[in-house]
């Protein structure tokens, strides 16, 4: 059978119905350590909101602890923004920029059972490097029951910026070892894939499936009706269009809700089908709100919770167990 018949075999609507049974479990006697623990390589003197948003995300998604690992430089200026994230200082070729192989060995030294790689990071050689280092598996240590505790790396979220370091890497995907999930808008699919993608639905649909399975990885293509694409041929298309998201800081926001979610346990193609829906549920309560112009990103980040809650409530005892992965 062909890719593109499994793949329309394969075809579901990204809803609730989906969703509902990628809810990972919260165990009354849960703790911080079960709940995960999420890295966030992000950040630099330009873009210094994207690690913010990106952490807060992960910890209002449900993950038990969030570190940024940020370039030095800026740790004076972020930490205690956000009182509950913790950080972790990058070395720097200069300030704002990362040294690749010292930033992968000070990250080796630091727990944590899943990572997101790329938001507000300044471009440039250092970053390359860094971004290199991390797929082919550099800096794998995970908390006790998480990925690392049977020699896996932890799987990554890559986004933003690290998406232009991947489009410079020869073959990327043959040197990745990690689990990841990419998450491109579609100019930077384009740069990765190597043409354009049009806005035609099924055009994208078909071009993320093709990519998931060149690649062995899961592809969120984000716009409106968002596709999730894994590379064993399913796919997920969101039904939702809003124009509320169409502003500076929101990707972060998405980067931290499946980073979060792997972390809680969850798949890789299951956190990115469950992120997408929160995420844009969570986008209608702000539309709802204020309508649809005005939004930030972290209103968005407040909504997540509730957004998740909405969902639960609608489950009752639906909700599944993942093994840490």
């Not at 070395?91 to 010292?102: F, I, K, L, N």
């Not at 649909?205 to 590379?231: H, N, Y």
Request: with cysteine; charged share 20%; proline share 7%.
């Amino acid at each position: 059978m062909t890719r593109d018949r499994v793949a329309r075999r394969s075809r579901q609507r990204l809803d609730a119905s989906l969703v509902a049974s990628f809810l990972p479990d919260r165990p009354a006697d849960g703790h911080k350590g079960t709940f995960g623990h999420v890295l966030a390589v992000a950040g630099s003197l330009e873009w210094a909101g994207a690690a913010l948003l990106t952490g807060t995300a992960a910890l209002r998604m449900g993950a038990g602890l969030a570190t940024l690992a940020l370039p030095a430089s800026l740790q004076p200026m972020l930490v205690g923004r956000v009182p509950e994230l913790m950080s972790l200082g990058l070395p720097e070729t200069d300030p704002g920029s990362v040294d690749g192989d010292a930033a992968a060995l000070v990250i080796a030294r630091h727990a944590h059972r899943a990572m997101i790689l790329g938001p507000g990071l300044r471009p440039g050689p250092g970053t390359d490097r860094l971004v290199l280092r991390l797929l082919e598996g550099a800096g794998t240590p995970a908390e006790q029951g998480g990925p690392a505790a049977e020699g896996v790396p932890a799987p990554a979220v890559i986004d933003a910026t690290a998406l232009r370091s991947l489009a410079a890497i020869e073959e990327w995907w043959e040197r990745r070892v990690r689990l990841c999930v990419v998450t491109p808008h579609p100019g930077e699919f384009a740069r990765l894939d190597g043409a354009p993608v049009g806005a035609d639905d099924a055009q994208r649909e078909e071009r993320a499936i093709a990519a998931a399975g060149r690649w062995s990885v899961v592809v969120v293509l984000k716009g409106a009706r968002t596709v999730v694409a894994a590379p064993d041929g399913r796919v997920a298309v969101s039904p939702v269009s809003n124009p509320a998201l169409g502003t500076g800081g929101t990707g972060d926001v998405l980067s931290g809700v499946i980073a979060s979610l792997l972390a809680q346990g969850v798949p890789t193609w299951e956190a990115s089908c469950l992120g997408v829906y929160l995420h844009a549920a969570a986008g209608e309560r702000v539309r709802d709100r204020i309508g649809d112009a005005g939004l930030l990103a972290s209103d968005l980040v407040a909504e997540l919770p509730l957004a998740r809650r909405d969902l639960t409530r609608r489950t009752g005892d639906r909700r599944i167990g993942f093994a840490p992965r």
